[in-house]
């Protein structure tokens, strides 16, 4: 667990909230952080964490392929449902 002085915090003029998600998105940003790990540690839910990426122009993919990998595993989840 990391723990961050009160001082500093403060200093950031940040809620404790803010400054995680802050934190997760440059790690997220940096490829430290997946995704997934980088919405856990801000605590936020999936669609909320793609706003906050999207309202800080932070890309959820590096590339077109990366996108359109994910459109067809979608679709090919959906098409096995729909049978």
Same mark, same amino acid.
């Given at each position: 667990?990391?723990?961050?002085?009160?001082?500093?915090?403060?200093?950031?003029?940040?809620?404790?909230?803010?400054?995680?998600?802050?934190?997760?998105?440059?790690?997220?940003? *940096?490829?430290?952080?997946?995704?997934?790990?980088?919405? *856990?540690?801000?605590?936020?839910?999936?669609?909320?964490?793609?706003?906050?990426?999207? *309202?800080?122009?932070?890309?959820?993919?590096?590339?077109?392929?990366?996108?359109?990998?994910?459109?067809?595993?979608?679709? *090919?989840?959906?098409?096995?449902?729909?049978?």
């Amino acid at each position: 667990m990391i723990t961050i002085d009160e001082e500093i915090i403060k200093q950031t003029q940040l809620s404790e909230e803010e400054l995680k998600q802050m934190i997760a998105m440059l790690l997220f940003e *940096k490829k430290v952080f997946t995704f997934y790990q980088a919405r *856990k540690f801000a605590g936020m839910e999936r669609v909320s964490f793609m706003q906050l990426l999207g *309202k800080h122009q932070i890309p959820i993919y590096d590339n077109l392929e990366e996108l359109q990998h994910d459109i067809e595993t979608i679709n *090919k989840l959906h098409d096995g449902s729909s049978k």
